[in-house]
């Protein structure tokens, strides 16, 4: 039976000897941005950075949003949101496919259930999904047998990836395909690879909760940090506890609330021509992955996907950041109270877990990392970088987003290509926002 792994599908039928498509000369965009104390731009090290990445046609466009404080943010924006002729330019409302950067959101909408006493950190998901009492731990990566677990899978561990759950993009042997094969594939980046999926994928986020929990964790619960679909079932439990969908539950609680206009599982057919086109990069060659125009993100997803199911724009992703930046509150709407807040950009992982990413995902620190809900927590002052407390997040195609509360710094960095890591975009821009924006940080 033909395997479709979760980004190795899409990628598998490109054509190597594709050709880049040309690019028009590059147009920057700088929107009105914070002025330091000498009156000049605060941010001229980011424009060129970006002014270089499409000149040298590393991509299409790319836009920035960057916030310190509470002065209005910074938009940079360059290029264009695909190679297509009239392709529009990008700018702080353009779309893009943010992939994981889904999760930090899913984690804080569980935050608000656990600040309502809905939901406990510690409390086993099974009281939510009863499917997953009785659970089961692989004994080989080589194999399916597996023995009891001796813990219960709780809430801190699926907003951790301590849960031992697994994911296609990182589980491998027997056990990825009986993922593959159970169609826990909670994540789309074209029409065709989608349309294979939903041959076996479960078609709404109950049946999907319930089938995960007839496989077998890769790991007893709570010992070992391993990414996952954590944040994709931790949508079950959200709506579980709220008795709401869990879309409208973040619509209703998240995004109405912080005027997040911008933000979309399907994206309406009348907002497509702000939306960039997903690509992957082969070699040397740009292939078209996802054009706006056809976008699998046109059409209503199977369910809602806690870990990866969101388009939206530099702007809202800001608007969230900015929340979490100020404890909770924007433009005098509260999501989260300050100790919540604080808790869920605090490291969570299980007493003996060490989260084993050396970098952050801003790529700016080699500093330890923690892992708070949903995203990565730097636990040291990084010099003339991000400061202790900075919580980050990046997405598949090449996307990152940060908020750092020690220097009240906060950044979105949008581009749209496969594999993420063809340009090191998340460290460089991380490099170039520091750097310009030194003169205004608190001194530590």
Do not use: C
């Not at 914070?34 to 790319?62: E, H, R, S, V």
């Not at 709401?244 to 309406?268: A, C, E, G, H, W």
């Not at 801003?362 to 040291?380: D, E, I, M, P, R």
């Not at 998340?426 to 001194?443: F, I, N, Q, S, W």
């Amino acid at each position: 039976m033909k395997r479709y792994l979760v980004l190795g599908s899409a990628l598998a039928a490109l054509s190597a000897g594709a050709a880049i498509a040309q690019q028009p000369a590059p147009r920057m965009v700088s929107q009105p941005a914070p002025q330091n104390q000498t009156g000049t731009p605060a941010l001229p090290a980011t424009q060129k950075l970006f002014a270089d990445y499409i000149a040298t046609n590393k991509m299409p466009g790319i836009v920035g949003v960057i916030g310190q404080g509470d002065a209005p943010p910074a938009v940079i924006a360059d290029g264009k949101l695909g190679d297509e002729p009239g392709a529009a330019a990008t700018d702080a409302n353009s779309l893009w496919r943010v992939y994981s950067m889904t999760k930090p959101i899913t984690a804080m909408a569980a935050m608000i259930l656990i600040e309502e006493g809905k939901i406990k950190l510690d409390q086993p998901i099974s009281d939510f999904i009863p499917a997953f009492k009785y659970m089961k731990v692989q004994v080989s990566p080589d194999s399916l047998t597996a023995l009891p677990a001796t813990h219960a899978i709780t809430v801190r561990q699926l907003l951790t990836h301590t849960a031992g759950l697994g994911y296609t993009i990182i589980t491998k042997g027997p056990l990825l395909k009986a993922y593959e094969d159970a169609g826990i594939t909670p994540f789309t980046a074209d029409v065709k690879s989608e349309a294979q999926m939903r041959l076996k994928r479960p078609a709404t986020l109950e049946a999907f909760a319930n089938k995960v929990a007839t496989l077998p964790l890769i790991a007893e619960p709570g010992t070992r940090w391993s990414y996952s679909i954590g944040l994709d079932v931790m949508g079950r439990v959200i709506e579980v506890a709220s008795k709401m969908p869990f879309d409208r539950f973040l619509q209703t609680r998240i995004f109405k609330p912080l005027k997040m206009n911008s933000t979309y599982f399907t994206v309406p057919q009348s907002e497509v021509r702000r939306l960039a086109t997903g690509y992957a990069i082969v070699g040397d060659n740009r292939v078209p992955l996802d054009p706006a125009e056809t976008s699998v993100y046109l059409q209503k997803p199977s369910f809602p996907y806690g870990g990866a199911g969101l388009v939206m724009s530099a702007a809202d992703y800001d608007r969230f950041l900015h929340m979490l930046q100020n404890g909770g509150t924007l433009d005098g709407k509260r999501i989260l109270k300050p100790a919540t807040v604080q808790l869920a950009m605090s490291n969570l992982l299980p007493l003996g877990v060490v989260y084993p990413g050396s970098v952050s995902a801003t790529g700016g620190t080699t500093n330890a990392q923690g892992f708070g809900a949903g995203g990565s927590v730097t636990l040291y002052d990084t010099p003339g970088g991000p400061g202790k407390g900075t919580y980050s997040w990046g997405g598949a195609a090449g996307t990152i987003a940060w908020v750092d509360p020690a220097n009240k710094v906060r950044a979105t960095i949008m581009v749209n290509y496969l594999p993420s890591d063809k340009y090191p975009v998340r460290a460089e821009a991380t490099k170039t926002v520091y750097a310009d924006l030194a003169p205004v940080l608190v001194k530590r």
